[in-house]
């Protein structure tokens, strides 16, 4: 099984969506971890009500620091479009997948950005099936 690593600056919001859609469309293919350069300690309330209109319980995730993930090396180190480079995260492939924050949008347009880090999620279940 391979295991793919989704960061972001705070691991609150986009990795953590990724997270969680890796952990209901990549059962089997691949294990899928979270986290940021700069941890906010918190999960966004948004991605967490956002995530719950899919009934996935986001509140049970906690935001990490790079430290605090398996230190292995990772099949996939796929970044949200914030930046981050991980230099420190080993890993075999690296992606940005440039995917706005949408930590300051309304509800909308946050369901946007979520449904768009599904695609993403589902485009990679493919790819690694």
Not at 21 to 44: A, D, L
Not at 74 to 102: F, H, L, S
Request: glycine residues 6%; hydrophobic residues 35%; contains cysteine.
């Amino acid at each position: 099984m391979k295991n793919v690593l989704f960061v972001c600056v705070e691991n609150s919001c986009r990795s953590q969506m990724a997270e969680a859609f890796g952990k209901i469309h990549g059962q089997g293919i691949f294990e899928s971890h979270s986290s940021g350069s700069k941890p906010s300690g918190i999960v966004n309330p948004k991605a967490i009500k956002a995530m719950a209109d899919l009934d996935y319980d986001l509140s049970a995730h906690g935001s990490k620091s790079l430290d605090e993930i398996p230190q292995i090396e990772y099949d996939y180190a796929i970044t949200m479009g914030c930046g981050d480079e991980c230099p420190n995260v080993i890993a075999k492939n690296r992606t940005d997948w440039a995917i706005p924050d949408p930590k300051h949008l309304d509800a909308a347009e946050f369901n946007k950005v979520r449904d768009i880090i599904e695609g993403k999620v589902l485009e990679l279940v493919k790819e690694l099936s």
